[in-house]
């Protein structure tokens, strides 16, 4: 019996079907935000936690082609250079490079980081297990509503001083080594990275090997903010809510005082490139990486662990989170980052306007996150509401985005 032959592609948006990752820190019931934007009821106790558009093969979309369902993943490789373009299926090895997610944090993801592509193939050779792939994973955050996070290492007096006014963390990692950072005098940005290596390193090594003191010193810092009452931070509050699920010796509940805590508002964004380490704590978000699902995880999470991993991956560069953010009432705007695997664009359009795209011979993802669009090209008309994603082929070299209704997009794309 032979094969049927796969759909040919046609110069046309194509509407995708998603799949949904429950992990178990995904909004559940009716915080669900993933359900709401999709338009179905939540099963109950479930966890939504992101929801994948890509061909990344553990979870490849698949597309509405003349009646018929087709992996994305399995249609580039019959047809890359119609689907990719030919420069961009040369360089990128016949594979699609980004995935776009919408993600919902009802609870505290692991303290993480991302190897670099060198990293990446070491770890997946000797661990494939737990590291699935040899590609590296920058990536962006878009808060859609709003984003609590911990991301990148404080600036270097703030981690002093966090050092001076918590001695249970001072104390399990060592005088000798917390003692070098505190007293240090206007130490410049070489001497910075060094000290907080060496206190990273001597942190997660400890937590590790000395498990049940840095137990004992998570209890003793909890027991003292609990007899402080309401007088405690913002930090020293997650880590009282946190340290109730993660009773045993977990080293994030000590990394929420040495990375910086952030808030995005809807429309403002943050990079993390390889080795920054970062953990998302609540919040609806639109994401995009390359196409990888490598993670390096030391805390908050039951997942494995990799201590040493990250401890051979991480920046250690002290310093501030750079925003990247619209201009109130601004149409549309690009978040610039150094990934060349995508670039991410959000419209925001009024009823009866229209934008004209040239795709320049790449390949798009977009996701109606509010209201409803139509998209026009030469052959035809398609609309979209919210929730529905479209995949644009290269072939399709222009077209253009009318709203009928206020709309929001986000368009992922390749750099040219």
Known sequence: MSLKPIQPVKP???????????YEWGARDQKAFIPKLLGITPQ??????????????????QLSVDAELISLDQWIAAHPVELLGKAIAKKFDGKLPFLLKVLSAGEALSIQAHPNK???KILHANAPQHYPDD?????????LDSLTALMGIKPFAELA???????????FIGADVCDKLTIAVDPGPHKQRDLARTLFTALLTRSVSRASELNAAIDKLALRLGAAGT????????FLSLRRKYSDADVGLFCIYLLNLVH?????AMFAEAGVPHAYLGGNVIECMASSDNVVRVGLTPKYKDAQALIEILKYEPGTVDILGARPGSGTVTYKTPAPEFRVSRLSLKPGVSRHESTGNRPSIMVVTEG??????EQGTESYRRGQSIFIPAALAEYSIWATQPAVIFKAEIPQ
């Open 118 to 120: 060198a990293q990446a």
């Open 161 to 171: 001083d966090t050092l001076r006014r918590y001695p249970e963390i001072s104390g």
């Open 12 to 22: 046309q948006p194509y509407l995708m079907h998603n799949q949904i990752q429950n």
């Open 372 to 377: 409803e669009i139509s998209i026009r090209w």
């Open 135 to 143: 590609n590296h994973k920058p990536e962006i955050a878009i808060a």
């Open 44 to 61: 109950p106790n479930t966890p939504y936690a992101e929801l994948w558009m890509g061909a990344h093969p553990k979870a490849s979309s």
């Open 264 to 268: 995005l508002a809807a429309g403002q």
């Open 231 to 238: 007088g405690t931070s913002e930090a020293d509050a997650l």
